[in-house]
């Protein structure tokens, strides 16, 4: 037997409600027993819909076992057994609650989320700029390294000290041969 696709299911859930609408009609007009046959009828009819609808959406206890790949070609109806949803979207309906609340719910707890790790990733490169800065000024020796880490993580060309004189260090040259004795 082939899968039942949600294209079926969906097709059963339709006539449930044409023929829950039929009764309604028809009790809302109900005349007496000249109508009671057509009433009776249209509930037998809504009662063969159920049940085909229940037979659709009843899946095997081996379904997983017999049919290990159930996801059918065409990716805009699938089967029925592929269909997973989350436990938590259950309880929302069972609760008469609206599943679009969740999805709201979920959404924005994600976007939260992200906004942590953002600011988190922005405070660790910064963290990152100034460490770099400040190994590059103390250990000029380790200058190559630490551009090599810098680019490896993420971070832009290193930056480059402004020359032209010593005003970034409080007035004093840097270097081995800046001095008041000091050759060239």
């Not at 990716?75 to 949803?85: D, G, K, M, R, Y």
């Not at 551009?147 to 971070?155: K, L, N, S």
């Amino acid at each position: 037997m082939a899968p039942v696709t949600l294209q079926t299911v969906d097709d059963d859930l339709k006539d449930v409600i044409q023929h829950l609408f039929e009764i309604q009609s028809a009790v809302h007009g109900y005349l007496g027993p000249e109508t009671q046959q057509e009433l009776v009828r249209k509930i037998k009819n809504l009662t063969l819909t159920l049940s085909t609808l229940s037979a659709h959406t009843q899946l095997p206890d081996t379904a997983a076992d017999q049919h290990p790949d159930l996801s059918s070609a065409d990716p805009s109806n699938p089967s029925l057994a592929s269909i997973q949803l989350p436990p938590e979207i259950i309880d929302y309906v069972d609760s008469a609650r609206n599943p679009d609340i969740y999805t709201r719910e979920f959404v924005e707890l994600v976007q939260r989320g992200n906004q942590d790790l953002r600011g988190k990733r922005e405070a660790f490169a910064g963290f990152r700029d100034v460490l770099a800065r400040e190994m590059r000024s103390a250990m000029p020796e380790c200058r190559d390294e630490v551009d090599r880490v810098v680019r490896a993580t993420g971070g832009g060309e290193p930056e480059v000290p402004t020359t032209g004189g010593s005003e970034g260090m409080g007035g004093m040259a840097r270097g081995p041969a800046a001095g008041p004795g000091a050759t060239s």
